[in-house]
């Protein structure tokens, strides 16, 4: 599906992270102080994971006192939930399939832009993922996140299937919520698998495939001409 993933919600929402730890609204000072403690907790977790990881490392990746840490954060695991939150948010953050696609464009080229973009942010962000996949296993907010995010990935990939199946694009006897979650579900545990695992696959080569899987589940075509005689045959 048209899947619009936003390389600047993690930006974002790191450098307007509202408050100090207890302290009320920060300062433009403050703000890039925190910043730059969460770049630099990023660049640890990923480096060492997060059992490994020690607050005294984040600070000096950061050019910080140890002290300076507890200004803004409590611990790691805060810290740690405000960038999974921020990274799920990233990698997620989708508009409606279609509702920003060109009026002639095939619905085929629709989802392979979807594919193409979900993936490429996942690639990009690999080794914090991978991170979060495992502290989700043991932490119960980072898994909440995890699965709040996910339902509303699944909600917009709804939509944009009731869309295709009212504009005669789509088998309309798919039940869309169950696609939905089953259809993301795949694209997700794949990027996983190829990222966190150590696949080796072509990225053209995947993103046509779990394109063509999506199509064919929901039975939506795969050409323009097949569009046009779908398009044609609904009116």
């Given at each position: ?15 307007t992270a509202p ?122 907010e980072v898994l ?39 259809l993301g579900g ?50």
């Amino acid at each position: 599906m048209s899947i619009i993933v936003s390389n600047l919600g993690y930006n974002r929402f790191m450098a307007t992270a509202p408050t100090t730890n207890g302290s009320g609204p920060l300062s433009a000072k403050g703000h890039r102080t925190r910043a730059r403690l969460l770049e630099a907790a990023r660049t640890v977790f990923e480096r060492d994971g997060f059992l490994s990881a020690r607050i005294a490392d984040i600070a000096e990746v950061a050019g910080l006192s140890h002290g300076s840490f507890y200004h803004y954060f409590d611990s790691k695991e805060e810290v740690f939930r405000e960038l999974a939150n921020a990274q799920e948010v990233s990698v997620l953050t989708i508009h409606e399939p279609g509702e920003h696609a060109p009026p002639d464009q095939a619905p085929i080229d629709r989802i392979r832009e979807g594919t193409r973009h979900y993936l490429e942010a996942y690639k990009r962000d690999a080794k914090l993922m991978r991170v979060i996949e495992e502290v989700s296993r043991y932490d119960d907010e980072v898994l909440a996140v995890r699965l709040e995010r996910q339902r509303e990935f699944a909600e917009k990939l709804q939509a944009g299937i009731i869309r295709l199946q009212r504009e005669g694009l789509a088998d309309p006897n798919v039940d869309p919520r169950y696609a939905a979650y089953a259809l993301g579900g795949m694209i997700a545990k794949f990027a996983e698998m190829w990222f966190g695992q150590g696949g080796r696959y072509s990225m053209n080569r995947v993103v046509e495939q779990l394109s063509l899987l999506w199509a064919n589940a929901l039975g939506v075509p795969t050409s323009n001409n097949a569009r046009k005689r779908r398009v044609r045959a609904a009116r």
